[in-house]
């Protein structure tokens, strides 16, 4: 229940949700394809890929998650589907876009969640990761903070780095997919990083 209510304020922050609606905003217009969030938390690029035109399936391995989820979709009129599953059961091929937000870093092995996740995508479709970079601080964060960064749950900032010290994805994991390119795109000063990878 705590994690489910944390995840639920820090998407309510500024900077949390500008950086992630800019990472879904690297991707086209949905025009009805599909996308799946896994680890999909509270649902917040869940919501972002509908409000883009995707139908949208948000997965999350706990089911307090999920009903934060489909909570906060009903009340913005968002038709999106929430269900609980694991990274590591996913079906293959069934899906366009496929997306996992600060989902890498918490699992032990990474190697095999990147692969399922992979897996997942469909042929000719992209698997978007959006993950903190080597450059997500307590030093960094507190610079941007300093900088003016708008004030709104501004903390939730702090909390993050604090988390994610020493537990980075290392971006070379990428490389060992089969992809037919694998794109960059540093996001919050580059203290988090969007890998939009194409199959």
């Given at each position: 229940?705590?994690?489910?209510?944390?995840?639920?304020?820090?998407?309510?922050a500024?900077?949390?949700y500008?950086?992630?609606?800019?990472?879904?905003?690297?991707?086209?217009?949905?025009?009805?394809?599909?996308?799946?969030?896994?680890?999909?938390?509270?649902?917040?690029?869940?919501?972002?890929?509908?409000?883009?035109?995707?139908?949208?399936?948000?997965i999350?391995?706990?089911?307090?998650?999920?009903?934060?989820?489909?909570?906060?979709?009903?009340?913005?009129?968002?038709?999106?589907?929430?269900k609980?599953?694991?990274?590591?059961?996913?079906?293959?091929?069934?899906?366009?876009?496929?997306s996992?937000?600060?989902?890498?870093?918490?699992?032990?092995?990474?190697?095999s969640?990147?692969?399922?996740?992979?897996?997942?995508?469909?042929?000719?479709?992209t698997?978007?990761?959006?993950?903190?970079?080597?450059?997500?601080?307590?030093?960094?964060a507190?610079?941007l903070?300093k900088?003016?960064?708008?004030?709104?749950?501004?903390q939730?900032?702090?909390?993050?780095?604090?988390?994610?010290?020493?537990?980075?994805?290392?971006?070379?994991?990428?490389?060992?997919?089969?992809a037919?390119?694998?794109?960059?795109?540093?996001?919050?000063?580059?203290?988090?990083?969007?890998?939009?990878i194409?199959k």
């Amino acid at each position: 229940m705590i994690a489910s209510a944390l995840f639920t304020w820090i998407q309510g922050a500024d900077f949390y949700y500008n950086l992630h609606k800019q990472a879904v905003d690297l991707l086209p217009v949905g025009n009805g394809k599909t996308w799946m969030d896994v680890g999909c938390g509270p649902g917040l690029v869940a919501r972002l890929a509908a409000e883009k035109g995707y139908q949208v399936m948000g997965i999350d391995s706990d089911p307090l998650m999920i009903r934060s989820a489909k909570r906060i979709a009903k009340r913005q009129g968002l038709s999106v589907d929430f269900k609980t599953g694991d990274v590591f059961n996913l079906p293959t091929a069934s899906a366009d876009v496929v997306s996992a937000a600060s989902l890498l870093a918490v699992l032990e092995n990474k190697t095999s969640g990147l692969n399922s996740l992979w897996q997942c995508v469909r042929q000719g479709g992209t698997l978007l990761i959006i993950e903190p970079t080597d450059q997500m601080t307590i030093e960094n964060a507190n610079q941007l903070i300093k900088s003016g960064l708008p004030r709104k749950r501004i903390q939730g900032l702090r909390m993050w780095a604090t988390a994610r010290q020493g537990n980075i994805v290392n971006p070379a994991i990428y490389k060992t997919l089969n992809a037919q390119s694998v794109d960059f795109m540093p996001l919050l000063n580059g203290l988090i990083g969007a890998w939009v990878i194409q199959k």
